[in-house]
Structure formats: C-alpha cells, structure tokens
C-alpha cells in the first residue's frame, strides 16, 4: 500500500524558513518524478516543485530560487526547504509520486499517489 506523509508545516511571519518532509512506503524509491503542489482556499491546485529521473529538479517561477526540492534515498524521503516565505505561500501543501510527466519545461498537474497534505501559513 502506498503512503505519503507530509509533515513540517506550520505558521510562520513572512520572509522566514519551513521544511516539508514527504515520508514515503509502498513503493521503489525513488520514483521516476516526484512533487509538491500547493492549494490555497478557494483557488485551484497550483505546481510548486518536482525531483525527477536523475535528481533533476524543476520550480516553477512562483517558488525558484526561494524554494529547493531535495530527496534522500536512504531514507525514502523528498524535501522542499521553503526560504523567503511570503503570505502567498500560504496554503495546503501536498506531496505526490507518480507524477504523469516530468521535465525541462515542467511537470503534471496529475499523479498516481498523493498524501493528505501539510498546511503552511505565512502572516504579513
């Protein structure tokens, strides 16, 4: 049975750190691309960031270069260390495996797998 646990959510004022943790059990680590997304109340499921084959990484431009995605074989694990926090970072954060496609230019919005999500809220 596949598992994703996330945990490492919290509130936190703006231009401060958090880092999720993406447990994962159930499968071959790791998998071929891997996620987190994000959703905010009210508004769509949005892309944050993705490790693929290889330990290639992609963020999209709302995150880079405040957001690193990481993972850890060893321990089956995928992080996303959160820099420079703002409030429009607050939200639902969700990892996923088995993401349909990972590349240069970017990632699925679907996946196979998905935890139950870890909130995060940034105050002004």
């Known amino acids: 049975q596949v598992q994703l646990v996330e945990s490492g959510g919290g509130s936190v004022q703006a231009g401060g750190s958090l880092r999720l943790t993406c447990k994962a059990s159930?499968?071959?680590?790791?998998?071929?691309?891997m996620a987190w997304f994000r959703q905010a109340p009210g508004k769509e499921r949005e892309r944050v960031a993705a490790?693929?084959?290889?330990?290639?990484?992609y963020e999209y431009d709302s995150v880079k270069g405040r957001f690193t995605i990481s993972q850890d074989n060893a321990k089956d694990t995928v992080y996303l260390q959160m820099d420079s926090l703002k409030p429009e970072d607050s939200g639902m954060y969700y990892c996923?495996?088995?993401?349909?496609?990972?590349?240069?230019?970017?990632?699925?919005?679907?996946?196979?797998?998905w935890g139950q999500g870890t909130q995060v809220t940034v105050s002004s």
């Open positions: 996923a495996a088995g993401v349909y496609w990972c590349g240069t230019s970017g990632f699925a919005t679907g996946a196979e797998f």
């Open positions: 159930g499968f071959e680590f790791p998998s071929n691309c």
């Open positions: 490790i693929y084959t290889g330990g290639n990484t």
